[in-house]
Each structure stands twice: as C-alpha cells, then as structure tokens.
C-alpha cells in the first residue's frame, strides 16, 4: 500500500521560513511526478510546486522566487523550503505523488503563518 506522510508544518511569523517534507513507502516504482498542494480555508486545493522525475520544476506564481521544491528519487521523498511566508501561504499543505497511472496523496500538514 503506497503512503505519503508528511512532515514539518507548523506555526511561523510572516517572513520566516518552513521546510515541509514528504516520504513515500509501499512501492517500488519511482513517482512519475511529485508535489505539494495546499488548501486554505474555503478555497479549493490548489498547486504549489511539482517536481517531475527528471527534476523539472512548475511553481504557481504566487511562489516563485520563496518557495523551492526537492526531491530524493532513491529514497521517494519530495521536500518543499518555503522562504519568506506570508499569511495567504496559510493552509494544508498536501503531498502528492503519481506512480505509473495511479494518484496518492498524503493526509496534509498545516502551515499556519501569523504573528
């Protein structure tokens, strides 16, 4: 059974950094694609980063320049460094990954950007 269990949210000051990691188990195939997604409060789920398996990047523009995403493909695990927060960055960070034809998504972690 493939699992994504993520770690690393919490709470940060507008301006500081988080890194969010991800690790992948139940599989033996290398994720196609992996990403992070976040959902804030009444809105719907939406991407933040992707990092394909040759190591191409997409970022949503409301990231780029602060927010980089990793990943380690012999250990399945995607990470995302998140510089200078602001508090429309608030939400549920989902990790996501693709294996062959088949979607998986961990269970969140939650980001929460206040003073």
């Known amino acids: 059974q493939v699992q994504l269990v993520e770690s690393g949210g919490g709470l940060v000051q507008p301006g500081g950094s988080l890194t969010l990691s991800c690790a992948a188990s139940?599989?033996?195939?290398?994720?196609?694609?992996m990403a992070w997604y976040r959902q804030a409060p009444g809105k719907q789920r939406e991407l933040v980063a992707r990092i394909s398996i040759g190591g191409s990047t997409n970022y949503a523009d409301s990231v780029k320049g602060r927010f980089t995403i990793s990943r380690n493909s012999a250990k399945s695990t995607v990470s995302l460094q998140m510089n200078s927060l602001k508090p429309e960055d608030m939400g549920v960070y989902y990790c996501y990954g693709k294996v062959l034809s088949d979607n998986y998504w961990g269970q969140g972690t939650q980001v929460t950007v206040s003073s």
């Open positions: 139940g599989t033996i195939f290398a994720f196609n694609t």
